[in-house]
């Protein structure tokens, strides 16, 4: 498939929260869902991410086909971590439209990614995904990341 990236526009922001919030909310623990209505989640995440996206550093970049049409998207950022001055890339999202599916789109969007870390002179590339979400994971595996660390967690009673 022949893909196109391009930066998004304003225009493209009402597909990236629909994704965003579906992606988001199919990552909580499901012990912590029962604290919370998607409404309310909706609410809070978009409140807790939106500065991630208006940041300037942080850069939204749209997969299209030929004709325009909206194949998916990744947002991309820098992290400095606690041990060290030296940023690393970072992969805070990435979403294919179900259509789009296993033809290589995000594969196509990691590589562009990659590409755009170097620019910025970055030597390292990080990202989060849920235990849970096998595709993501499998994608990433294919793409060369490894797992680094673990987050984990247990209920209180
Ligand atoms: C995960 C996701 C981005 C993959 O997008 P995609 O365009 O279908 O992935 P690609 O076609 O580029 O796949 C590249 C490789 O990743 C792996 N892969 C991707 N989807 C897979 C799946 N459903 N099952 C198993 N492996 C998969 C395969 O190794 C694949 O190579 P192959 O098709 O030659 O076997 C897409 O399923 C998606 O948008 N999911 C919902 C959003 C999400 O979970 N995002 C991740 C947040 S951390």
Not at 84 to 98: E, H, M, N, Q
């Amino acid at each position: 498939m022949d893909v196109k990236i391009r930066e998004a526009e304003d225009a493209d922001r009402d597909l990236f929260w629909k994704a965003t919030l579906d992606t988001a909310w199919g990552d909580i623990p499901d012990d912590e869902k029962v604290h919370i209505s998607r409404m309310e989640f909706d609410q809070y995440f978009k409140r807790a991410a939106q500065p991630y996206l208006e940041d300037g550093q942080n850069k939204l970049f749209i997969a299209a086909d030929e004709k325009g049409h909206i194949l998916g998207y990744t947002l991309l950022g820098k992290s400095v971590p606690f041990y060290s001055p030296k940023p690393y890339g970072f992969v805070f999202d990435i979403f294919v439209t179900d259509d789009a599916r296993r033809k290589g789109v995000a594969r196509n969007l990691l590589e562009f990614a990659f590409g755009w870390f170097k620019t910025q002179g970055l030597e390292k590339v990080k990202l989060e995904v849920a235990e849970s979400n096998e595709r993501a994971k499998a994608l990433y595996l294919k793409m060369g990341f490894r797992s680094e660390r673990y987050v984990m967690g247990r209920r209180l009673r």
